[in-house]
């Protein structure tokens, strides 16, 4: 593994059905994840997916790439864009990619990641410290 290096995309399906199993998981219930009517009256686009939500969908790609959950030391975001899930059976698609932006000296990669939902970055400022895992170069 090097500075530059990119790792292989994720994209994850999110629908209607998994915001109703996260409200119920997380207790946010708040209409805005089910209503059109309250989404579109507060001026939001949709029904737009918890923003906790999308954030461990990443976090499930960084863990990934890393391995292992205790091979992700730090993990952060903004939220710059909502992901509008739309009432259909196959929902919308969020991308997930990184690239090595910083090797330390003690084994870890820093990585810089990106989110994408139909063709808009959903977060900024996002980032991720893992241990450099043995699957992606190193030994």
């Given at each position: 593994?090097?500075?530059?290096?990119?790792m292989p995309a994720r994209t994850f399906t999110v629908t209607r059905a998994d915001l109703v199993r996260y409200a119920g998981a997380?207790?946010?219930?708040?209409p805005i994840h089910w209503s059109d009517?309250?989404?579109?009256?507060?001026?939001?686009?949709?029904?737009?997916?918890?923003?906790?939500?999308?954030?461990a969908l990443v976090g499930r790609a960084v863990t990934e790439w890393a391995g292992s959950a205790d091979g992700v030391l730090d993990y952060s975001v903004?939220?710059?864009?909502?992901?509008?899930?739309p009432d259909t059976e196959t929902g919308?698609?969020?991308?997930v990619t990184a690239v090595v932006r910083e090797?330390?000296?003690?084994?870890h990669a820093v990585l810089d990641l990106t989110a994408v939902c139909?063709?808009?970055?959903?977060?900024?400022?996002a980032r991720a410290t893992v241990r450099a895992p043995v699957g992606l170069g190193n030994s």
């Open positions: 593994m090097q500075v530059g290096t990119e997380s207790g946010d219930f708040n009517r309250v989404a579109t009256g507060v001026g939001l686009p949709g029904v737009i997916a918890h923003g906790m939500y999308t954030m903004r939220f710059t864009r909502p992901v509008v899930v919308t698609d969020l991308t090797l330390t000296g003690d084994g139909a063709g808009e970055k959903v977060l900024s400022r």
